[in-house]
């Protein structure tokens, strides 16, 4: 693979990852909540977009949006009660609702899945010279980095914005100061749910078989991102999750064919001595001046 | 309108079975300042808490403006036209002055006159004027304590708790600092100061209270700053 090639590649499942990691920093941010049942979301997407078959394009992006949000929701005022739970309580909830989900889609849709049959010419390839790059590709990119940059406008130039950056940092304080803290959170949750929806439709494009752990898979990934970025960093966090796409697809260049069924221990290894070198984050600095979302 | 702005009425506060405020009942007029002195562990700050909704009361009521509070949550209470300055600061060392200032205007009720106490604050306290892009964890302390007041001023409110501000400052940043606080208190804002200096306080206050592990004790009046036995009781709470 040509070193351009790999680093179109590399850029894609970065920006792909990078979207699901600030998905999860966002409620991390305003809950300190670890939400595993996000890659649930993924899947339920998915499978919205399996149930549609047949629509219009449009509706069954408008469908995989509103049902992806809503649930997003939902899962806010199923952790509700939580608000004021340990951590570790929060976390092993989130577990139950992960696991809960993908065996009624296991019961549901059984264990092999379903196609999605959802844009696949998009899976074809333009050639530039000998680089060859899918459509789908440039697509991941290009949402990630329109995304990326909503985002970053949203909490940085707006007072809805401000008020989730201060309700992350310290909540108590943004209360007493008139930040209405359940609305923060609702918009977290809605927030995580838009770009779950739009992790979906790019994942629909490039594996169109929608299985259980569909989205489960993606999740952890991008969770490991997360916490190797900076746990509770917005800006880290993301950066984790493109840091581990990236590095995910170069790995897999680099190993030897043979060698690529250790791509993940590889890869461990490496995320293990990154923490251990720098536990807070790869990206949140030493002058613990990095935002928290 | 009522005569009194705030009223605790006989206000008890808990830590599970350990009791931080007992009975207390207190009153602050429109333009008053109100002293409250004490150790520590005298439950000072969590009276100041307790209204503002972050804890909530085991016994009493609270009322503002005639209406109970007791049950609202901090943002509501905000907006009605209480703002705190909490012990510590807590300010957001990541943020910039500016939007610190920016998160207290979330406390009004209107935005109707924000520039005009936005303008006002910038001159009460010239040094937040003169950093507005810097991060606000750079200030320094009585610059940090002046942001904190700033960002509470703006929030439009009736009443101002503030909670110890004087803590860890250099005495002529102190004396700044009340001469800041008597010209919010003749702007017409109502002041209830929990303090550890408790000779600045009674000086400063129309009326000044000493808690003693969470029982109102004493009263005292400016009068009583040169009364060496009551100022000796109102030190050791």
Redesign the interface.
Known sequence: MSFVQLLIDATALGALLALVAMGIALVFGVMRLVNFAYGELITIGAFTLVLTKGWPIVLRVLAAFVVVIASSLLMEVIFRPLRRATAATMLVATFALSFLLQNMFLFIFGPQGETIEFLAPLNRAIEIGDLRIRWITIIAIALGAVLLGFMSWLLGKTSVGLQMRAAAADFTTARILGVRAGRVIMLAFVLSGFLAAAVTLVLAVQRPLATPNYGFVVLVPALVGVVVGGLGKLVPATLGGFAIGFATVVLGDLLPSGSRVFLNSVLFAIVIIVLLVRPDGLFTGRTGVAERV | MSRVLLELDHVSVSYGSVPAVRDLSLEVAPGEVVGLVGSNGAGKSTTLAAI?G?HRLAAGDIMFEGISIAKE???AI??RGVA?V?EGR?I????TVE?NL???L???STREGADRDLEWVRRLFPAIADSSTR?A?LLSGGQQQQLAIA?ALV?DPRVLLLDEPSLGLAPSVVDTLFDALAEIRDKGVAILLVEQRAQLTVAFADRTHVLRNGDLVLTLGPEDVVDTERMTQAYFG
């Open positions: 503002m972050v949550q901090p943002d905000a907006r705190l909490p807590h957001y060392p990541d943020f939007d920016r998160l207290g979330l406390g009004r991060m964890g960002r929030s």
